[in-house]
């Protein structure tokens, strides 16, 4: 069992990584139970970031690169967006970002 199980019991299933298995089991409720795995707690700037994830995917069905989110967050930051999206998610995109969104770990990506 991981540490986001251990922490949370009623998490839906989750990989080895601690990614959810299947992206629909993803709800508010679930990424405050990840971001707390991860050591984060919620708040409107990383609930932005959260909901223009899940749009993207709801849309195409694939997790969104971090550079579609840069650009999200450039409409607001402007050329600020990539230092604070990694500021939020320090450990990275992939690692954090994707996670707390309910995506599973996009295989092919780096992890930054």
Same mark, same amino acid.
């Given at each position: 069992?991981?540490?986001?199980?251990?922490?949370?019991?009623?998490?839906?299933?989750?990989?080895?990584?601690?990614?959810?298995?299947?992206?629909?089991?993803?709800?508010?409720?679930?990424?405050? %139970?990840?971001? +707390?795995?991860?050591? &984060?707690?919620?708040? =409107? @700037?990383?609930?932005?970031?959260?909901?223009?994830? *899940?749009? !993207?995917?709801?849309?195409?069905?694939? %997790?969104?690169? +971090?550079?579609?989110? &840069?650009?999200?967050? =450039? @409409?607001?930051?402007?050329?600020?967006?990539?230092? *604070?999206? !990694?500021?939020?998610?320090?450990?990275?995109?992939?690692?954090?970002?994707?996670? &707390?969104?309910?995506?599973?770990?996009?295989?092919?990506?780096?992890?930054?």
């Amino acid at each position: 069992m991981n540490l986001a199980h251990e922490l949370t019991p009623n998490l839906p299933e989750v990989d080895e990584e601690g990614y959810l298995i299947d992206p629909a089991d993803w709800n508010e409720s679930v990424a405050e %139970a990840l971001a +707390a795995s991860e050591g &984060i707690r919620l708040d =409107a @700037e990383y609930w932005d970031v959260l909901r223009f994830m *899940r749009a !993207f995917y709801e849309e195409h069905q694939v %997790a969104p690169d +971090a550079r579609y989110v &840069i650009k999200h967050l =450039a @409409e607001r930051l402007g050329s600020a967006a990539r230092k *604070r999206l !990694f500021e939020l998610f320090p450990y990275g995109y992939v690692k954090q970002a994707c996670k &707390i969104a309910g995506m599973r770990r996009p295989r092919a990506w780096s992890t930054g």
